[in-house]
């Protein structure tokens, strides 16, 4: 089981950009990493998806066009680039780590079922 960590969550105006950042003190590279979110009094959602070879990608529909997913092998590094923030992309918002290495594939729409290492989430609240 990895140890996962978010990092980059904060308070920005509607409109504004976050950049989150997930890494772990085990490999994520050859593993397909999810993002998801949730808010108070919701259920947890997925946000997006990225294959293991970093060519696949999923999205939410609320966030398609607006969030890309991306990931640095090198740096053992998973990000998600928050463009065109609305409020009710407030939430809080966790990585995770699929159970198989070598899977390639995201699921689509997604399912958070496959994904067992887990980070605590980091805070993003877009507010005026």
Request: proline fraction near 3%; include cysteine.
């Amino acid at each position: 089981q990895a140890h996962v960590v978010e990092s980059g969550g904060g308070l920005v105006q509607p409109g504004g950009s976050l950049r989150l950042s997930c890494t772990s003190s085990e490999i994520l590279s050859g593993y397909v990493i999810g993002w998801f979110r949730q808010a108070p009094g919701k259920e947890r959602e997925g946000v997006s998806c990225i294959g293991n070879r970093g060519g696949n990608s999923v999205y939410a529909h609320s966030v398609k066009g607006r969030f890309t997913i991306s990931r640095d092998n090198a740096k053992n590094t998973v990000y998600l680039q928050m463009n065109s923030l609305k409020p009710e992309d407030t939430a809080v918002y966790y990585c995770a780590r699929e159970r198989w290495f070598g899977g390639n594939w995201c699921t689509d729409p997604m399912s958070a079922t496959t994904f067992t290492s887990w980070g605590q989430g980091t805070q993003v609240t877009v507010s005026s």
